[in-house]
C-alpha cells in the first residue's frame, strides 16, 4: 500500500477530499500530510449550505493523533466562499471543527484525557500548550451546552462552592435526580441565581417543583421572585439545617474547653470530630468514646443531643406531624440555655415552613454534597484556577453532564 493510501485510511479521508503528499521530517519527528480537494467540487457557505462561489484559499494546519511517536500534522488549502446572504467563510472540513488547530479525534483523545487526569498532565501527555489544552476544554463544553436539550428542571439543588481564596465563591444550580451541575455563577448574590431563572420559560419555572438550599436570603429572595408558588417549594434539607446545627455544636465545645481547662480539666480536648461525625457513620470504637462523653453533664453533650435529635425527624409524611415535632424540637432546643444553641434554633423557626417543605417534598441537596466534594476534586487537579472562567468551564465540563465530543471525533 502506498504511503498516501495508506494516510488517507487512517485519516478517514474521503472525496472530495485526498492526501496529495505525506512528507516524513526525521528530524522534527513529525509526519506531515498534505490534503487536497478535487478542482471540480461544489463549495457550500458553511452557515447556510447553499452553494456559493469561490473566493480564495488558506494554509491551515491541525495536528493529529500521533503516528508511531511522530507527530502528525494536516495541511490544506482550504477555500474560503463568499455568499451572497453571509459574506466570506471558510468551508467546513469533515476531519476537524472550525476555528480549532486540531482535528476532531485528536479533540476527543484530549477530552478522554481530561476526564481523567489534570490539564498540565494532559499537555504533558499530548504535547499541547497549557492555552490549547483549555481551549479544547472550552470548545468541549460550549458544544456541550449547545446541544444540551431543553431543560425540564423538577427538583433543584442550589449550594455555593468557595472559589481560590476564602470569601470568593460561585453558586451551584444541580438537578436532585441526576446531580447534574445546570449553572454555575459568580458569587452567591442574588443576582447569581437570577441569571439561572432567567434562561428558563415560564413554563420551565412553572414546572419547578422543589429547589432545596441554605437559609440564605439571596437565594431565597430571588426564588421568591422567580419561581411560580414558591412559598411551597423552597426547601431547606437536611443537610443544610444539620451544618448549622453542627457548627453551634462546635461553638459550645469550644467555650466549654476553655473553661474547663481553666479549672484543670480536658474532659474535651481531641474530641472535636467525635461530635461534628454523623453517629450513622461511625466506628463501633467511636461510638463507645462518645457514649461516655455524651451521657456526661458536659453542655456540648447537650447541644449534641439537641442536632441529633433534629437529625431524626426528616421522616414525617404529613405537614403536620413534622410541625408539631419540629415545634417540639426547637423548645427544647431553646430550654438548654445555650446561646449558640438558641440562635441557631430561633434561625430554624424562622425558617420552619421551608424545613416543612424539605420534609413533604423530600428534597435532599445529598447530591449538592457530593458534587462540592467532586469540586474540590476538580480544583485540586487544576492547583488553582487562574480566573473564575477557566473554574466554571472545569466544572461543567465534569459535572455538566454534557455531550463533550467533536461530531467528527465521535466514537462509532
Ligand atoms: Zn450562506
Given at each position: 500500500?502506498?504511503?498516501?493510501?495508506l494516510y488517507a485510511q487512517i485519516l478517514g479521508i474521503t472525496p472530495p477530499w485526498s492526501v496529495r503528499d505525506v512528507e516524513l521530517?526525521?528530524?522534527?519527528?513529525?509526519?506531515?500530510?498534505h490534503l487536497a480537494l478535487a478542482p471540480s467540487h461544489t463549495l457550500d457557505c458553511p452557515t447556510c449550505g447553499n452553494s456559493a462561489p469561490g473566493y480564495d484559499t488558506r494554509k491551515r494546519r491541525w495536528r493529529h493523533l500521533d503516528t508511531c511517536e511522530f507527530r502528525t500534522v494536516i495541511v490544506a488549502d482550504v477555500p474560503r466562499v463568499n455568499c451572497e446572504e453571509h459574506g466570506v467563510h471558510q468551508i467546513k472540513v469533515p476531519w476537524s471543527e472550525p476555528n480549532s488547530g486540531f482535528t476532531a479525534r485528536f479533540e476527543a483523545l484530549a477530552i478522554d484525557w481530561m476526564k481523567e487526569a489534570s490539564l498540565s498532565a494532559v499537555c504533558r501527555l499530548l504535547k499541547i500548550s497549557w492555552d490549547s489544552a483549555a481551549g479544547i476544554q472550552e470548545r468541549a463544553v460550549q458544544r456541550g451546552l449547545e446541544r444540551r436539550k431543553e431543560l425540564s428542571p423538577k427538583r433543584l439543588g442550589i449550594d455555593e462552592t468557595s472559589f481560590q481564596k476564602r470569601h470568593e465563591y460561585v453558586t451551584i444550580v444541580s438537578e436532585q435526580e441526576t446531580g447534574r451541575v445546570l449553572h454555575v455563577a459568580d458569587n452567591r448574590r442574588r443576582e447569581s441565581l437570577d441569571g439561572f431563572y432567567a434562561g428558563l420559560s415560564a413554563s420551565q419555572r412553572e414546572g419547578i417543583e422543589s429547589v432545596s438550599m441554605d437559609m440564605w436570603a439571596a437565594y431565597i429572595g430571588s426564588t421568591l421572585q422567580h419561581v411560580p408558588d414558591a412559598e411551597r417549594k423552597i426547601a431547606f434539607d437536611k443537610f443544610h439545617v444539620a451544618k448549622h446545627l453542627g457548627e453551634a455544636v462546635d461553638k459550645v465545645r469550644r467555650q466549654e474547653h476553655k473553661v474547663l481547662?481553666?479549672?484543670?480539666?480536658?474532659?474535651?480536648?481531641?474530641?472535636?470530630?467525635?461530635?461534628?461525625?454523623?453517629?450513622?457513620n461511625m466506628s463501633p470504637q467511636r461510638w463507645a468514646d462518645l457514649k461516655a462523653l455524651r451521657d456526661s453533664a458536659l453542655k456540648t453533650a447537650v447541644a449534641w443531643s439537641v442536632k441529633e435529635l433534629a437529625m431524626t425527624l426528616w421522616r414525617y409524611k404529613t405537614r403536620s406531624w413534622a410541625r408539631k415535632a419540629w415545634e417540639q424540637c426547637l423548645y427544647w432546643a431553646k430550654e438548654t440555655g445555650l446561646k449558640p444553641v438558641i440562635d441557631v434554633a430561633s434561625m430554624l423557626e424562622r425558617h420552619l415552613e421551608g424545613i416543612l417543605n424539605a420534609i413533604v417534598l423530600r428534597a435532599t441537596n445529598g447530591m449538592a454534597e457530593g458534587i462540592n466534594s467532586r469540586i474540590q476534586w476538580i480544583k485540586k487537579m487544576a492547583c488553582g484556577f487562574r480566573n473564575r472562567d477557566r473554574f466554571r468551564m472545569a466544572i461543567y465540563f465534569h459535572l455538566g453532564g454534557l455531550d463533550l465530543y467533536p461530531a467528527a471525533g465521535r466514537r462509532s
Open positions: 500500500m502506498r504511503d498516501k493510501d521530517n526525521l528530524k522534527a519527528s513529525e509526519v506531515v500530510v481547662q481553666e479549672e484543670g480539666r480536658a474532659d474535651l480536648k481531641g474530641t472535636r470530630y467525635l461530635w461534628l461525625r454523623n453517629p450513622e
